[in-house]
Nanobody
Framework: QVQLVESGGGLVQAGGSLRLSCAAS????????MGWFRQAPGKEREFVAA???????YYADSVKGRFTISRDNAKNTVYLQMHSLKPEDTAVYYC??????????????????WGQGTQVTVSS
């Protein structure tokens, strides 16, 4: 079955950087769009970034210019490089795969499988 496992979260000071990884198994990874979402305490899960099979990318306005999504199809892994982190970036970050959509999906309901999440905490 499809499994997604995130790693790389942690505690970082404001202005710092982190790189999240999401290892996928049980699917032909290179065929599908991948996305990153996040959920802060008391808030709804929100879109962060997506990458399609052609390495096209799409970002939420709140992270544009600071975060970069990329994929390594040989390693079945998608990454989220985060720079200039802010306290408001604090959240649990989830990766997801869309097996029913093409393009660059940004809606939660457009993704079919999710990882367990990794905590990112940015201190001020």
């Amino acid at each position: 079955q499809v499994q997604l496992v995130e790693s790389g979260g942690g505690l970082v000071q404001a202005g710092g950087s982190l790189r999240l990884s999401c290892a996928a198994s049980g699917l032909t990874f290179s065929r599908y769009p991948m996305g990153w979402f996040r959920q802060a305490p008391g808030k709804e899960r929100e879109f962060v970034a997506a990458i399609n099979r052609f390495d096209g990318t799409y970002y939420a306005d709140s992270v544009k210019g600071r975060f970069t999504i990329s994929r390594d199809n040989a390693k079945n892994t998608v990454y989220l490089q985060m720079h200039s982190l802010k306290p408001e970036d604090t959240a649990v970050y989830y990766c997801a795969v869309s097996m029913s959509r093409g393009g660059l999906p940004a809606g939660i309901n457009e993704y079919d499988y999710w990882g367990q999440g990794t905590q990112v905490t940015v201190s001020s």
